[in-house]
């Protein structure tokens, strides 16, 4: 089996869009990949975040993952700041990578633009070589990351090949991989726009927490356009294209017999359809995740995650060090 490794950075509440576009991508990774994924705890630090907020975010995070169908038992599921390698392999990522390559990172640049060097913090700087750090302990095969993460992995490429020349074959180079389909789910109220947690207004936006009422709502009021036929077509009919994507991914049935068991009829018995869908799926992931809150289930998957994780990550740290002669013994 290729091994797959990816980290989650629990920047805010999951969407539906995180949902269909990556979260059930590595449902369906943990049957055919060994796959690590952690939380990326060590990066969500690099910007100021209050600490009872931190910590709320990272556990919500870990019980939708696993209310959405990861599973411990098939995948192993950690803590990064539980894996003491990470940090130590990101130092010497750091000490690796360059001033120049860093600053050209796009996600530090936008992050930054606004502020000045005096409140930027460091870590932001190096957030980098950290993620390669995350991945080349593992020898991943494969990344499985958003289009904006694909920088980042092929900083890694480059430090993976460059320590390999210096030092001698050690890492694995990574390929980072890019889901395609179902890539793109759109703002219920502006379907010009990605569906996205940091928009303004909160209505073109389901969360995965939403009470089912509120996402129903949502759904009814959904931007369509005056064909008033339930037709796909992204270009003339981008809102009613999106209610069609949404329906058939989560449903599995084609968007074609979608069309076809809608002709004639109008957008208000086809919202209701699609809000059904939405809701019975919302429903069954609540359900699950208030289950995982009340019980053990975080704690014990932390610690056969990291277990495992250390067992691996200690002995490529080990190898590095002996590689660089930072050991003696
Ligand atoms: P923001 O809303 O702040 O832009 P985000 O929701 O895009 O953030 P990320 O952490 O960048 O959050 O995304 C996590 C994963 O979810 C990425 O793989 C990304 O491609 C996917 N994703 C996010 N939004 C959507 C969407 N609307 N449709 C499909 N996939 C999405
Ligand atoms: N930078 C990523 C989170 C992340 C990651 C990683 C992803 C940290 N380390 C290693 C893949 C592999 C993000 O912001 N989504």
């Known amino acids: 089996m290729k091994r797959m490794v990816s980290g989650i950075k629990p920047t805010g509440e999951l969407t539906l869009g995180n949902y269909i576009g990556a979260l ?8 055919d990949y060994e796959l690590y994924v952690f939380i990326a705890n060590l990066h969500c630090i690099t ?35 539980d894996v003491y390698e990470h940090a130590q392999l990101g130092w010497i990522m750091t000490c690796m990578s360059y001033m120049g390559e860093l600053g050209r990172m796009t996600q530090f640049k936008e992050k930054t ?61 990574p390929e980072p991989l890019i889901a395609k389909v179902g890539a793109r789910i759109m703002s219920l109220s502006d379907p010009s726009k990605k569906m996205s947690k940091s928009e303004e207004s909160n209505k073109g936006c389901i969360y995965l927490l939403d009470d089912l009422k509120v996402a129903r709502k949502k759904i009814m009021s959904a ?8 037709n796909y077509d992204k270009e003339k009919q981008p809102g009613v294209s999106n209610l069609l994507e949404i329906m058939s991914s989560l449903s599995g049935e084609s968007i074609d017999s979608i069309v076809a068991r809608y002709e004639g009829k109008g957008y208000g018995e086809f919202k209701k359809e699609v809000a059904d869908v939405v809701c019975r799926e919302l429903e069954k ?19 056969q995650g990291a277990e495992k994780a250390h067992h691996i990550a200690f002995r490529k740290l080990k190898k590095v060090q002996r590689k ?3 050991d003696i013994f």
């Not at 931007?223 to 339930?230: F, I, L, S, W, Y």
């Open 47 to 81: 910007v100021p975040i209050e600490p009872k907020e931190l910590r709320k975010n990272l556990k919500d995070a870990i019980a939708l993952y696993l209310a959405c169908g990861l599973d411990p038992e098939k995948c192993t599921i950690f803590l990064q700041s």
């Open 113 to 173: 633009s606004n502020a000045t060097n005096e409140s930027i913090s460091t870590g932001l700087f190096v957030y980098p070589p950290l993620m390669a750090a995350d991945i080349l302990l593992y020898d991943a095969d494969y990344v499985p990351v958003g289009e904006d993460q694909k920088q980042h992995v092929e900083l890694t490429r480059d430090l993976a090949q460059r320590f390999n020349n210096r030092y001698s074959e050690t890492f694995v180079v």
């Open 223 to 230: 931007v369509t356009d005056m064909e008033g036929r339930v």
């Open 285 to 303: 992931i609540q359900n699950r995740y208030n289950e995982i809150l009340r019980g053990s289930l975080i704690k014990d998957t932390l610690k």
């Open 24 to 31: 059930r991508n590595f449902v369906k990774y943990q049957d």
């Open 324 to 326: 660089m002669g930072i």
